[in-house]
């Protein structure tokens, strides 16, 4: 089955403590895409990479690091500076060519509460 | 600044009521305006606009963009309770090829 799949689901975080949400796609997508939800703020974009061993800033990434080491993964590391990581995370994928028709797929998501 | 605009933020309505969500948008080099549903947790795909004036529906759901005024409808009629979910509607920035999401539509079917 080809698909996004992140992980963990839920995911408890004390203060001060760093965390990786994983994202891994299987659908050759170049382009992948770290969101956050809040209620009422729609989806706001952290951190996005059009190919492998390149990412951009997104809207809000102060607080967050990403990596892309390989085309399938693109890990999220919330670290102890994001003043209020407790929110829906949301990973996407797309072909990311420019000029087609970039329809974004979406994984499952992660659930992160600071405790 | 890009942004994508959504309205109402809510919405509560009863079996087979007919509803339409708007969603008008300011982004540099706009490329292609697509409508999501997010129901608990992925948002899933609804459509793809590009072209001004043409509908694209799916079933009881429909949608048309007008780039003259920058703004898009979805229309879903004869509504029923799984219809209930929150519609998101986002932008593709030509160039960065990047997603300018709304807030949503959250829409609430009653039996």
């Known amino acids: 089955d080809g698909g996004i799949t992140q992980s963990p689901k839920y995911l408890f975080r004390k203060e001060g403590q760093n965390v990786t949400l994983s994202c891994e796609q299987n659908l050759n997508h170049d382009a992948m895409y770290w969101y956050r939800q809040d209620p009422g703020q729609g989806l706001r974009l952290i951190y996005y990479?059009?190919?492998?061993?390149?990412?951009q800033k997104g809207d809000i990434a102060e607080g967050y690091s990403v990596s892309r080491e390989k085309k399938e993964s693109f890990p999220l590391t919330v670290t102890s500076a994001q003043k209020n990581p407790t929110a829906f995370y949301l990973c996407a994928s797309s072909t990311g060519l420019a000029g087609s028709n970039n329809e974004q797929f979406f994984g499952p998501g992660t659930r992160l509460t600071v405790l | 600044e890009d942004k994508v605009v959504q309205s109402p933020l809510s919405l509560v309505v009863h079996e087979g009521d007919t509803v339409t969500l708007n969603c008008s948008y300011e982004v540099t080099n706009f490329r292609s305006l697509l409508w999501y549903k997010q129901e608990k947790k992925a948002p899933t795909f609804l459509f793809m606009l590009t072209s001004s004036g043409i509908e694209k529906k799916s079933g009881r759901l429909s949608s048309i963009l007008d780039k003259k005024e920058l703004s898009s409808i979805l229309n879903i009629t004869a509504t029923q309770t799984g219809d209930s979910a929150i519609y998101l509607c986002a932008v593709v920035q030509g160039g960065s090829e990047k997603l300018v999401f709304g807030k949503g539509t959250k829409l609430t079917v009653n039996p």
């Open positions: 990479s059009q190919i492998v061993n390149d990412f």
